[in-house]
């Protein structure tokens, strides 16, 4: 067979093959009202790792800062190591620093001075890491520093 007539005769045969039903779902009556999506939730603010905002604070109910903090970001809490090599260093150990407490630019004392503050005193909590709190305050601060900002 030529390759004219062939082509010709598979035309032929597809023409003569009835037209497949229609799959598509028919369009919905006008007077039917369409459900509209229901509206995506607004986005949520993405919170600092390392502050602990005023608006955070509301609401909040707490005995004390230190347990707001435990509830809020618990990492801060974590005992940090003086130096690099971690594995070294055993809890209690007098080479382990403590996390230090600013209130007022000043400062309190030891991670525990955050129970001896009222949550309603607090406008802003702010977390220094090892890095930030050597470069602030000096060597002595390289568990970090809690920084308590009051009304």
């Known amino acids: 067979m030529r390759p004219i007539a062939c082509f010709a005769a598979c035309i032929a045969a597809a023409a003569a093959v009835p037209a497949r039903a229609q799959t598509a779902t028919p369009p919905a009556p006008a007077d039917t009202a369409r459900a509209a999506a229901p509206a ?15 608006a955070e604070l509301e609401g909040q109910v707490a005995t004390d800062v230190y347990e707001l903090v435990r509830r809020l970001r618990p990492q801060w809490l974590r005992t ?17 620093y403590e996390l ?33 709190a050597i470069t602030r305050w000096g060597r002595d601060y390289s568990a970090g520093v809690i920084e308590v900002t009051e009304r």
Do not use: C, D, H
């Not at 995506?40 to 005023?54: E, G």
């Not at 190591?81 to 007098?94: F, I, L, Q, R, V």
């Not at 000043?106 to 802003?124: C, D, H, K, P, S």
């Open 40 to 54: 995506a939730p607004a986005p949520r603010p993405r919170r600092n790792p390392n502050v602990i905002t005023a």
């Open 80 to 96: 940090r190591p003086a130096g690099t090599n971690e594995a070294a260093y055993k809890p209690g150990s007098p080479l382990m």
């Open 100 to 132: 230090s407490v600013f209130v007022g630019g000043a400062r309190a004392g030891e991670v525990m001075e955050l129970r001896r503050i009222q949550v309603t005193n607090v406008r802003e909590l702010r977390f220094y890491p090892s890095a930030e």
